[in-house]
């Protein structure tokens, strides 16, 4: 049976277009243990529940909601900006002839809006960091050791117990 090259294309799109979507919809499962960004970064979620325990000042409270409304807003944007090149991805593929070049182009689009949300999500967890006094990182680092490194959860329930789930960042208004 011979195959057509544009059928191969359509099925290699429509099974990374669904992993691409999939993986923007679903909440992403623990980090692994040897995460180097995990284990030496704190998800403003942790820092935020945890700002008493760890001594934040108010100058700090200020400055990381800042940060997180203005992260927040530019998100948002760019989830749209993704949603609708996912869309037009989508389109792309479901003609009958696939313009190879088009879907290509409007994949680099996907990937870029995925590449610029992980950009803001990592200088926001370094602008935290580097706002955190030694000493508010180690009392970070051992509650994330106590609560098992799953962020959005407070030491209790035993992992696998269903823990509350991770708080969403939203913009103030």
Do not use: C, Y
């Not at 100058?59 to 869309?87: C, H, P, S, Y």
């Not at 803001?120 to 000493?135: C, D, F, P, S």
């Amino acid at each position: 049976m011979k195959t057509k090259p544009g059928l191969v294309i359509l099925l290699v799109a429509a099974v990374l277009f669904s992993v691409v979507f999939t993986s923007a919809q679903q909440p992403q499962p623990p980090r692994p243990e040897n995460d180097p960004l995990g284990d030496s970064m704190f998800p403003p979620e942790l820092v935020m529940q945890h700002q008493r325990e760890i001594g934040l000042t108010d100058e700090q409270k200020v400055f990381m909601r800042g940060e997180i409304q203005r992260v927040t807003v530019r998100f948002n944007e760019l989830q749209w900006q993704l949603q609708d090149a996912m869309e037009a991805l989508g389109s792309t593929m479901k003609e009958s002839t696939v313009n190879e070049q088009q879907a290509l182009a409007q994949l680099d689009k996907v990937l870029d809006a995925e590449r610029e949300i992980k950009h803001l999500h990592v200088g926001l967890v370094i602008r935290i960091k580097n706002k955190l006094t030694l000493e508010q990182q180690a009392k970070l680092q051992a509650i994330k050791r106590i609560s098992g490194s799953v962020p959005g959860r407070r030491p209790g329930p035993a992992p696998g117990s269903n823990p509350r789930p991770m708080p969403q960042l939203k913009e103030e208004g």
